[in-house]
Structures are given as structure tokens and as C-alpha cells.
């Protein structure tokens, strides 16, 4: 089982840069895909990022491929993402999630609780 918890929220400026961390326990971290999904009130969870379980292999939602990018480092259990040139509709609760690799809730089995990210106009 592996038990992950997000950082790295908060407020910023459209335009602005932020970089979610998400921390992870249970010695099979590495054998896990990671994912970021978002969840912006009244809307449905939304695949933003995903990386294969050696970080080979990355995917991206369309629209944030060229802002966003995710990584991971095995040795310290850590995924991050990076969010570049944020706009207000990226806010959203940032979620963490670890599982088998794909771009739908369903592929992945465990779920952090969420990190709030407000972009201001």
C-alpha cells in the first residue's frame, strides 16, 4: 500500500509558477505510476500529468503540456509538478495519485487529500 500526502498550494498570480510536491510512503513507491488530477468546484476530477513508475515515460492533459511538468525521484519517494504560466482556471484542488499508468481516475488506487491552488486574475 502506498499512503500519499501533497504540498506546495497556495495563491499566486496569473502568470506565476508553483511546484506541487507529492510524498509518498510504503516500500513499493516505485513500482507505482504517478498521476496529478485537478478538481475545480462544480466540475469533475481532471487528468493534468501522469509518469510511468521508472519516470520514463510522462503524459500531459493537451492543455497544460507546455505549462506543466511532472517528475519523480524514487530514491526520496517524491513526485513533483511543476506549473508554469498559471492562469485562473488552472485553480483547482491538486491531487496526487498512485496506481497503474493512465490518464482516468479509475487507473489509480491510492489518493492523497489535496492541495488548493488559486490563480488570481
Known amino acids: 500500500q502506498v499512503h500519499v500526502v501533497e504540498s506546495g498550494g497556495g495563491l499566486v498570480q496569473a502568470g506565476g509558477s508553483l511546484r506541487l510536491s507529492c510524498a509518498a510512503s510504503?516500500?513499493?513507491?516505485?513500482?507505482?505510476?504517478m498521476g496529478w488530477f485537478r478538481q475545480a468546484p462544480g466540475k469533475e476530477r481532471e487528468f493534468v500529468a501522469g509518469?510511468?513508475?521508472?519516470?520514463?515515460?510522462?503524459f500531459y492533459a493537451d492543455s497544460m503540456k507546455d505549462r506543466f511538468t511532472i517528475t519523480r525521484d524514487n530514491d526520496k519517494n517524491t513526485v513533483h509538478l511543476q506549473m508554469n504560466s498559471l492562469k485562473p482556471e488552472d485553480t483547482a484542488v491538486y491531487y496526487c495519485?498512485?496506481?497503474?499508468?493512465?490518464?482516468?481516475?479509475?487507473?489509480?488506487?491510492?489518493w492523497g487529500q489535496g492541495t488548493q491552488v488559486t490563480v488570481s486574475s
Open positions: 495519485a498512485a496506481g497503474r499508468i493512465g490518464n482516468i481516475p479509475q487507473a489509480y488506487d491510492y
Open positions: 510504503g516500500r513499493t513507491f516505485s513500482i507505482y505510476a
Open positions: 509518469i510511468s513508475w521508472r519516470g520514463g515515460s510522462t
